[in-house]
């Protein structure tokens, strides 16, 4: 499987943490993937985990996987919940998706502290407020 990876940049997707309404009228965070390209992606598997060392001790949250079985062109897709005592820990989003036939991958990162209601700008391409990843 390794040798089906394109070393290659991985460019027109990125990830947004969006804060927004909830059903339940409360505001949330929620990660989404965005798809700039113009053509679909698919088989996308999103890894998402947290780490750090907030107050001196050494945290790891579970891995959590996320299947999407595809992401239309110039669309997105919510992938996960993000609860806010998570923010102090680095927030990993490995993220591997088909084009064609060819498989990509590429990293995200959002840092400690950098989600929060005071950082986030208005996301056109999802008509929301939230700190997009580029």
């Not at 070393?7 to 505001?27: F, N, R």
């Not at 999103?46 to 050494?58: A, H, I, L």
């Not at 005071?118 to 939230?130: A, L, P, S, Y």
Request: glycine share 6%.
């Amino acid at each position: 499987m390794l040798k089906d990876i394109v070393d290659q940049p991985s460019e027109g997707i990125t990830l947004a943490a969006v804060y927004e309404l909830s059903a339940e009228k409360e505001m949330v965070w929620n990660v989404y993937l965005l798809n700039y390209k113009e053509e679909s992606i698919e088989g996308v598997l999103v890894v998402s985990k947290g780490y750090g060392e907030p107050d001196e001790n050494t945290v790891e949250t579970s891995v959590l996987r996320h299947f999407v079985n595809e992401i239309p062109a110039q669309s997105f897709a919510r992938i996960e919940p993000l609860q806010e005592d998570l923010f102090a820990l680095n927030n990993e989003y490995f993220v591997t998706y088909y084009l064609g036939s060819t498989l990509f991958e590429k990293k995200f990162v959002f840092a400690p502290y950098t989600i929060s209601a005071k950082n986030t700008q208005h996301i056109t391409f999802i008509g929301q407020q939230g700190i997009e990843l580029l």
